[in-house]
DNA sequence: ATGACGCATCGAATGCGA
């Protein structure tokens, strides 16, 4: 089984790009953020057509939102943190069925944060104590579970170009790191680093300064394993060909390969 | 460099992203 998280900056702008990938990556499942639009604007027939028959959507407008698209039926599916008060459609679970047993998938598009010390600092701070708590639950009642999504964390120096001069700004700070260390302390693994990867791997590139060209970019999309499905991963791979198509979301596409 | 580029909301200029 396939998974793969990929934020698209507006589906509305990405669905060709989305739909070309997936003829050349036919992967089982899409968790998607940035959605940019609401849910009576999600593109449903064209995903069905495409052989994703089984879609989970969080959506509203203009910012964020949120989807879990899938070739096979999902359930359970539970919009946004649990305990946790969001007006921001930020986060989506659902219970899919593999070839082992049940999968427990949360997709998640995670607050930017803007600046440390600013107001989207704090809020990004308080969110990220509010998925600990939920996934702490999530976990005790589904120990098979993959949490992915775009965290807006470069986890460690390697998972940015600049990792002094871009030092505690943001992506980078301690605070932040901190928050992914206490995910991985709730028994999750970083999938991208049980396997051997190039040098110099990230997953986002900015738009401005040919920052893709010049592979100035950094680490922010995860996929993160829990201990009981550790065994199953087999690979985890990030895709930079969209990156390269005309008018391309400035995030690569990250696909984990669970058998 | 309070920039750059791209998207959404719009029907110009601004908010936001990372």
């Known amino acids: 089984m ?25 992967v089982d499942v899409l968790c998607l953020q940035e959605l940019k639009l609401t849910d009576d604007k999600f593109p449903l027939e064209a995903l069905q057509s495409a052989g994703y028959s089984h879609c ?15 070739r096979t039926a999902l359930r359970d ?13 930020r986060v989506i679970a659902a219970t899919l069925d593999g070839p082992a047993g049940p999968v427990r998938l949360v997709n998640g598009y995670f607050v930017n944060g803007q600046a440390p010390g600013s107001d989207k600092f704090q809020y990004k701070m308080n ?45 980078h700070t301690s605070e932040e790191r901190g928050h992914f260390r206490q995910l991985l302390e709730l028994g999750l693994l970083d999938g991208f680093r ?48 969209p990156r390269k198509w005309p008018k391309p979301s400035d995030h690569a596409p990250v696909t984990l390969e669970l058998q």
């Open 2 to 26: 396939k998974l793969t998280t990929w934020n698209v900056n507006s589906l509305t702008a990405r669905l060709q790009h989305v739909l070309d990938w997936t003829v050349a990556n036919p």
């Open 56 to 70: 989970a959507v969080f959506g509203q407008k203009t910012y964020n939102g949120v989807a879990i698209v899938s």
């Open 77 to 89: 599916i539970v919009k946004n943190i649990v305990g946790f008060e969001d007006e921001q459609a």
């Open 127 to 171: 969110w990220l104590g509010g998925l600990r708590n939920y996934l702490r639950t999530e976990l005790a009642q589904h120990p098979r579970l993959v949490l992915v999504g775009d965290f807006n964390i470069a986890f460690e120096d390697r998972d940015s170009y600049d990792p002094n001069g871009l030092r505690e700004t943001i992506h």
């Open 194 to 241: 049980m396997f051997d990867q190039p040098n110099k791997s990230y997953s986002w590139w900015d738009y401005r300064m040919l920052g893709y060209q010049k592979n100035r970019g950094l680490r922010i999309d995860h996929v993160l394993v829990s201990e009981a499905l550790k065994s199953r991963v087999h690979a985890c791979t990030i895709d930079r060909t």
